[in-house]
């Protein structure tokens, strides 16, 4: 008699123990259902409910582990196996970005972009690195501006490395246009970074006449920001392409202007053929008319920059011309106007239809919200471009912003 009622108690001690642990399977997928549906509206969410529903995500899988550790859940999340795709490295990983948007300082917005710079990196290396760059260049060119963003965030030595190593690449490249397209922004990226003799030999030597105009172009903002205009116009009659040249004569204009030589500025904006860089330049007097306190006539050139840039029938090059109008009213002080354009300018970004155009214009956005201040928009407007590569050198571009404006 008492051996058969040990035996009962172990039969009922067995099933009872049976019986529990699959409440807690039960009750672990269910926690862990609704943690995936938190994740799925945390992708989908602003930055402020994102954080705030990762957070909630990750309390679900302690809970999962600590109120029902005999489920086959709580097992795997103990030992840091991932569930499908869901894991609390990952979840960690996108609350982390969440909190950048929320709160964006260059380094975390550079950790974002080296993220999808190392994952380029790969597949090119994977596919053969001369192959790879010959098939899509435009990888290359957003790795050296993300290295270009490394240097102006104060790591130069990394950033030297991936230049050099993308610089090996782009001499290995057949053809003079794609190879003079890499050259070129890798001269671009040594201007920016105080190496302007090397980037001029580099850009001397590059064979696609473009292209070498191209990086000319480059070298001559560097000069202009740093102030020598007379040696950049020098250096702009030896562009022959009419776009660079333009967007030579636009960081020209810019320079002037701020030198106080507005009337020479002025002159040098209207001779720009390009509308779309003659808008720009006129933008840049605009902000040095105000400045010296002449109200009257800022406001006619604002109105002359406007009409210019609203005369430009393609849609892409007549939001990238808004925006960089609205960038220099927000310079100004004059957020109510600038937000107005803005506004303008991404509503004509939604019309474009090919994908990569709408994505082109959105960076543009993306940037003179930045520039403006606004980086916090600029980081939303990033998280609607479609284009991965784009969307990383959008952050390389963001970083540099951050950098200038003290926010490291």
Not at 251 to 274: M, P
């Amino acid at each position: 008699m008492l051996v058969r009622t040990a035996w009962v108690f172990c039969c009922m001690f067995f099933v009872g123990a049976t019986w529990a642990a699959a409440d807690d399977n039960t009750a672990a997928n269910k926690i862990f259902v609704e943690t995936v549906q938190l994740l799925n509206q945390a992708a989908a969410a602003r930055p402020s409910e994102a954080i705030t529903l990762y957070e909630q995500a990750l309390r679900n899988l302690d809970r999962i582990v600590a109120e029902y550790s005999s489920s086959n859940l709580a097992v795997q999340l103990a030992s840091g196996q991932p569930i499908g795709q869901v894991s609390r490295a990952g979840i960690d990983k996108a609350l982390g970005k969440a909190k950048c948007y929320q709160n964006p300082v260059a380094s975390c917005v550079l950790a974002e972009a080296l993220e999808i710079a190392r994952d380029l990196a790969a597949e090119i290396s994977r596919a053969g690195a001369p192959d790879a760059a010959r098939l899509d260049p435009f990888r290359l060119r957003a790795l050296t501006a993300i290295a270009g963003a490394q240097a102006k965030a104060g790591d130069a030595q990394e950033a030297s490395k991936a230049l050099t190593d993308t610089l090996e690449i782009a001499r290995n490249i057949k053809g003079d246009a794609p190879r003079g397209w890499l050259l070129a922004a890798i001269a671009e990226a040594q201007a920016k970074a105080g190496n302007l003799r090397e980037a001029l030999d580099l850009a001397r030597n590059i064979k696609d006449d473009l292209w070498r105009a191209e990086a000319l172009r480059a070298i001559v903002e560097v000069q202009a920001k740093a102030g020598n205009a007379r040696e950049a116009l020098d250096l702009t009659r030896n562009i022959k392409d009419d776009l660079w040249r333009a967007r030579a004569l636009r960081a020209i204009a810019e320079a002037q202007a701020k030198a106080g030589n507005v009337r020479e500025a002025l002159d040098t904006a209207r001779s720009i053929k390009n509308d779309y860089a003659r808008a720009d330049a006129l933008s840049a007097v605009m902000m040095a008319q105000v400045k010296a306190g002449d109200a009257p006539e800022a406001a006619k050139i604002l109105a002359e920059a406007l009409e210019t840039a609203r005369n430009i029938k393609e849609d892409g090059l007549r939001a990238g011309a808004l925006r960089v109008i609205a960038r220099a009213q927000m310079k100004v002080g004059d957020a109510r106007e600038a937000t107005k354009i803005l506004v303008e300018a991404l509503e004509t970004s939604h019309n474009i239809k090919e994908d990569l155009s709408r994505s082109g214009a959105l960076s543009a956005i993306a940037e003179a919200q930045a520039r403006s201040g606004d980086v916090r928009d600029a980081l939303e407007t990033v998280r609607r471009i479609e284009d991965g590569t784009l969307r990383a050198w959008v952050l390389a571009i963001l970083t540099e912003t951050l950098v200038d404006m003290g926010v490291k």
